[in-house]
Nanobody
Framework: QVKLVESGGGLVQPGGSLRLSCALS????????MGWYRQAPGNQRELVATITSGGSTNYADSVKGRFSISRDNAKNTVYLQMNSLKPEDTAVYYC????????????WGQGTQVTVSS
């Protein structure tokens, strides 16, 4: 039932900005904590940011002050605003949804490529 569809990835120069979007369908959006993860070639998948239904956020140290996660509960959509992008931000970015109430579950989007290069 639950489906996550990501958009907004692409190629950007160092110092530039991108905004990723992820729309959840098939369930009640407010039941889920949403997050963004990323994986670069040869690296493990790492957490970038999370946001609860109530709006509490958490960020990886590497992106604090540059990235901002937000959600629009009316649109069932989570966003990741990425500013001051660096080449080391290059990765496939994955949307994540986790449901803690019964029945629990976790879902992933297909990923969207972000490339930061001059």
């Amino acid at each position: 039932q639950v489906k996550l569809v990501e958009s907004g990835g692409g190629l950007v120069q160092p110092g530039g900005s991108l905004r990723l979007s992820c729309a959840l369908s098939g369930n009640i959006f407010s039941f889920y904590t949403m997050g963004w993860y990323r994986q670069a070639p040869g690296n493990q998948r790492e957490l970038v940011a999370t946001i609860t239904s109530g709006g509490s956020t958490n960020y990886a140290d590497s992106v604090k002050g540059r990235f901002s996660i937000s959600r629009d509960n009316a649109k069932n959509t989570v966003y990741l605003q990425m500013n001051s992008l660096k080449p080391e931000d290059t990765a496939v970015y994955y949307c994540n949804a986790v449901r803690l109430i019964i029945p629990p579950g976790e879902y992933w989007g297909q990923g969207t490529q972000v490339t930061v290069s001059s």
